[in-house]
């Protein structure tokens, strides 16, 4: 990778840290630098970090707002991915270009060059990194399967972890990696697809297949052919040469059975088949073929009532369901509000192509809503402020929903807890904290997760809306 040489250019441009900081804060650069697929990050010459990039915020799995303005001594120390030798190069103002590696094997390109001014100052230096697996996967699989569906496999990159999800992911992973079959289950719209997905990145690996099966928009008389295929001539109206199926599609990768719980009853016999031997039979052949598939499969209904009410099957529930996981309503996590709504904002800034940003007012009303719709519903109320607004939404740009004050009730503010499994809740439990304990801790999670997040009490006030010793009160618990 060659870089422009380090004096005239932009060294000479950049006079001052303070010119170098409103250079950077000029929202049309960042914009740019949010597309690139690689980190990018700018030190100034007082070893300050100035700006990063999201693919270094997804690299790091950092927050870009608790370092901005901070050393770069702290994201080195925060990030495996960033060696001593980088801190050291910052201090002789040299240039660096070595790889890191994680002991879970990922490894980093790491070059950062200083650039000085006319009269040989530093004044900046760039840090350009480059994920090497990253790499080597997308040069590899660009024909394959998963591409050819458009799945754009930067699920896990894109996903907000909050504790719960990446509690989920665990359990999840670990379960498939067993052999087990892992069923999420939970409201509209918690992000159940999106943790299919994940889980099948990080399972099976972006090349591999993931074929992601609507049940729901399946017809009864559809369903066998589309989910075994069929052999040429099997019935009228098939293809000369034949199909394959769903299930065939999969195979080396992840069948995703999403919205399980519509599968008509007629046809659940027939998955129940393939669950308990593993092989398909094609309509209209003779022989069977093996295949070798990971499952998902994900529903927002309550399956146990549906198999009580006798409409959905009892064995294929429990063969469905060897590792259920329920993914909690947003109102439940609303710790990872703040970190969705940047996401959000930055995709829905990109897309309009003019950033913009939430007033602390707008984001305080996010805060309290109680987001029937879950995350899909937050999505689309910052799609509509980015229509609404000019550079700051305020709350008054929000839809009427939201302004009419349907906020979360008192007594639905769960208290943050690790994530259960299914039939494990602890919901009433005799001896759990009582109401006024449970809305304590909550609050003390908030503000330290409002100061992790901002990096200092004032900040973290200021977002939610209480004065600092309210603040500092309050986390004394
Ligand atoms: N943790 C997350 N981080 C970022 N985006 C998320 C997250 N969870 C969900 N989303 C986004 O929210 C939207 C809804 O998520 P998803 O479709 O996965 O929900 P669902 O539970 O499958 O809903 P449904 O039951 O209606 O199918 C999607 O656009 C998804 O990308
Ligand atoms: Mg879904």
Known sequence: MRFAPP?????????????????????????IADLLPDPLLVVDGQGIL?????????????HRRAHLGRPFGELVEESPLLGEAALEALRRGSRLQRV?????????????????????????????QRDLEAIRRTAAGASSLDEARGTDGECLHRMVAGSHNRRILEMGLRALRLGSRVLLTGESGVGKTLIARCLHERSAGRRAPFVHVNCASIPESLFESEMFGYERGAFTGALQRGKRGLIEAADGGTLFLDEVGEIPLACQAKLLRFLEDRTVTRLGATGMRRVRVQLVAATNRDLGAMVERGRFRRDLFYRLSTISLRIPPLRACREMIPELVDLFVREAGIRRGQPFRLSDACLRRLLEYRFPGNIRELQNIVEHLAVMCDDVAEPWHLPEMLTEGDRVAEEETAPIAPPEADGQASDGDAGSPGLREQVR????????????????????????GV???????????
């Open 441 to 464: 801790r909550f609050e003390r999670s908030l503000i330290a997760d409002a100061i992790r997040r901002y990096g200092s009490k004032r900040k973290a006030a200021a977002v939610l």
């Open 467 to 477: 004065d600092v010793a309210t603040i500092v009160r309050k986390s004394r618990g």
């Open 50 to 62: 100035r700006f990063m990039n999201s693919a270094a915020e997804a690299l790091h799995e950092v």
């Open 7 to 31: 004096t005239g250019g932009i060294g000479a441009l950049l006079t001052s840290p303070r010119e170098l900081a409103a250079w950077l804060a000029d929202g049309r650069f960042a914009m």
């Open 100 to 128: 890191d590696r994680t002991v879970d094997g990922r490894e980093v390109l790491t070059l950062m060059r200083p650039v000085r001014d006319a009269d040989g100052d530093l004044v900046l230096f760039v840090v350009v």
